[in-house]
């Protein structure tokens, strides 16, 4: 049972241009997300997160929006750059509430890949 | 301050051997946990444990994988007579008390022939 999916495995932009990375979940439960970024032969690194009280979520470059009643969340880059090529996941607290330190659940992730 | 350290970064093993990955959390951290990528995968979770004591291994196989996480040393992540089917990423991540978002290694790769 997948409870955290990203349906699109990969997607091409152009740079400057916006990027949107979504994910759907499907356990009501949630409430905190997260979005880390790899590069291959790297681990993965944090990137941006947002809790279920909220809607949006800003850091600089990165955007995450969160739309409760749809269970969907979206990154998005603007403007995008060469540098931000890489693999994108979400992710989700499996261990039930937001603090909680133990296990996330991941999405399949989304190859970005920005074109200079 | 140094992060993660997972080693070794590459492992072959031949079918029936034994793996062991070793991981050093980041300085002040106390938790650890073991995700496993197998190929065109996302990362699943396998194993979180704290300073002797094993706190959620529900996504371990039953068989052949155990993980430990000593007073003194890395954590280790065991797996006994390989198959080629255990051929993934494996990643380490470290977390301090009550923190979100934590701090994964470089992962080891693991190839069983």
């Known amino acids: 049972d997948q409870q955290v999916k990203q349906n699109s495995p990969s997607l091409s932009v152009q740079e400057g241009r916006i990027s949107i990375l979504n994910c759907d979940y499907t356990?009501?439960?949630?409430?905190?997300f997260l979005w880390y970024k790899k590069y291959p032969a790297e681990g993965p690194t944090f990137l941006i997160s947002?809790?279920?009280?909220?809607d949006k979520n800003e850091d600089g470059r990165f955007t995450v929006f969160l739309n409760k009643s749809a269970k969907h969340l979206s990154l998005h880059i603007v403007p995008s750059q060469p540098g931000d090529s890489a693999v994108y996941f979400c992710?989700?607290?499996?261990?039930?509430?937001?603090?909680?330190?133990?296990?996330?659940?991941f999405g399949q992730g989304t190859t970005l890949q920005v074109k200079p | 301050n140094a992060g993660v350290m997972q080693n070794p970064r590459h492992l072959v093993r031949r079918r029936g051997q034994e793996a062991r990955l070793r991981c050093s959390p980041m300085?002040?951290?106390?938790?650890v946990y073991w995700y496993r990528q197998l190929p065109e995968e996302g990362l699943k979770f396998m194993v979180y444990?704290?300073?002797?004591?094993?706190?959620?291994e529900s996504g371990m196989p039953k068989e052949r994988f155990s993980a430990e996480f000593p007073k003194e040393g890395p954590s280790i992540l065991r797996i006994q007579q390989v198959v080629r089917g255990d051929s993934a990423a494996y990643f380490c991540?470290?977390?301090?008390?009550?923190?979100?978002?934590?701090?994964f290694g470089s992962g080891t790769r693991l190839t069983v022939v």
């Open positions: 356990n009501s439960m949630f409430d905190y």
């Open positions: 991540a470290s977390s301090p008390p009550g923190r979100y978002g934590y701090t």
């Open positions: 300085k002040g951290h106390s938790h």
């Open positions: 992710a989700a607290p499996g261990g039930g509430g937001s603090g909680n330190t133990g296990k996330l659940i």
């Open positions: 947002i809790s279920s009280i909220k």
């Open positions: 444990l704290q300073k002797e004591n094993i706190i959620d």
